[in-house]
């Protein structure tokens, strides 16, 4: 039987998987950012995140230093001797990259066609009766009849281990202006997200409260400016702006981010409010409160789930945002924000380092995850507000 109280609907196992799900695909992508993030370039490029834990397997080149070349009486390729380079991959590798190390070989070969021709400690023929052969541990010995004027090429397939640092987020961290880029993006936000607070609350309370012609017109206005893609009005903005002096300043971006917010910040607070309980303004009114005296003694107070709800939205907006930060501010470097640094300063032509992105993404929402674990309790009391009376 259905629809006794206190009897759960079959429904209620949908909603919950359902929840779930959405709660699994929001979190995959989010873990897998925060583990490349501790991965180096190669690392990345060479495997996915979720195998980041495990050794995976690299082909690599080198080359054998033709100066160490040794002449020998005979061997086991020639009776009549010959010439050979020895030594170890590890030393080859840390010439050339600073990387130290024990390597372990899994293939080996001699041309970029075939890189993983042999096994270790298999002997390679080569053409002109040469010969190479790499052992597991690394150690190598190249033999040519004849001498050897140029370094030969190994190609060889090694395991690389697991490895996750801190360097992704030291080159950010450190990285000369990141203090000021820190300290302008609070510079804009901070007063981004008060300004149009401030101006939706006495817009929403004479929207929802007092009874003025055209009420129902501005209100309409209002929902049509939620579509308007913010695009549409940035050359038109920024040419007003410099028409009347404050184009590419903080005061013009501020009063930009205020244009931008105010239709999402008009309309949540109004319904909000126009679901308060009537009876406690009127009494107030009754009582011979004003107004002003009503919205800040009893809407403010009774509306604050509202305006944290849209604080929360408007400060990760303006806080992530980089289009509207790179029209409305100055090109210099001592006016960036942290997304510009990290786009222009940081990035520059290495798009595809997708360690330093993962960091810089960590990096940045550390201060915006802060405001919304503050405040998320408010969240969803604001976002229902006059869903219900």
Do not use: C
């Not at 033709?66 to 086991?76: M, Y």
């Not at 800040?296 to 009774?302: G, M, Q, V, Y």
């Not at 509202?306 to 929360?312: D, G």
């Not at 924000?337 to 990096?363: E, H, P």
């Amino acid at each position: 039987m259905t629809g006794i109280a206190g009897q759960k609907s079959a429904l209620s196992w949908v909603v919950n998987i359902t929840v779930l799900a959405l709660v699994v695909l929001w979190l995959i992508p989010t873990i897998g950012l925060l583990v490349s993030s501790f991965r180096d370039r190669d690392a990345i490029s060479a495997s996915a995140w979720w195998t980041a834990p495990l050794s995976v397997e690299q082909n690599f080149r080198v080359r054998a230093p033709a100066a160490e070349t040794r002449a020998i009486d005979g061997g086991f390729e020639t009776a009549i001797g010959g010439y050979e380079i020895t030594g170890n991959i590890a030393d080859l590798i840390a010439a050339e990259t600073g990387q130290t190390g024990p390597v372990t070989i899994t293939a080996f070969g001699a041309t970029a066609r075939a890189p993983v021709a042999a096994q270790p400690g298999e002997v390679l023929p080569l053409s002109r009766d040469r010969t190479l052969s790499i052992t597991a541990d690394g150690d190598y010995r190249f033999f040519a009849p004849a001498e050897i004027t140029r370094d030969p090429s190994l190609y060889f397939a090694m395991e690389i281990p697991p490895s996750f640092d801190l360097d992704n987020y030291r080159e950010i961290l450190r990285s000369d202006g990141m203090d000021i880029a820190f300290i302008n993006t609070l510079t804009v936000t901070i007063p981004a997200t008060v300004i149009p607070i401030l101006i939706a609350a006495f817009a929403a309370y004479a929207l929802a409260w007092m009874d003025f012609r055209g009420r129902g017109v501005l209100i309409a206005v209002v929902v049509g400016l939620l579509v308007v893609p913010l695009q549409l009005a940035l050359v038109p903005m920024l040419s007003f702006h410099n028409t009347i002096g404050i184009g590419q300043s903080f005061l013009g971006i501020w009063l930009a981010h205020t244009g931008f917010g105010l239709p999402l910040a008009i309309y949540l607070l109004r319904n909000y409010m126009v679901g308060l309980p009537r009876d406690i303004i009127e009494s107030a009114r009754v009582d011979g409160a004003t107004d002003f005296q009503v919205f800040t003694k009893i809407i403010l107070p009774l509306s604050f789930p509202a305006l944290a709800s849209f604080a929360i939205f408007q400060f990760l907006w303006v806080w992530n945002d980089l289009l509207v930060a790179k029209v409305f501010l100055p090109a210099s470097s001592e006016s960036w924000v942290m997304t510009v640094k990290i786009a222009d300063d940081l990035l520059g032509s290495r798009g595809g380092d997708w360690g330093i992105l993962a960091a810089a993404a960590f990096t940045s929402i550390a201060v915006p995850l802060l405001v919304f674990f503050t405040l998320q309790r408010y969240l969803v009391r604001g976002l229902l507000a006059g869903s219900v009376k």
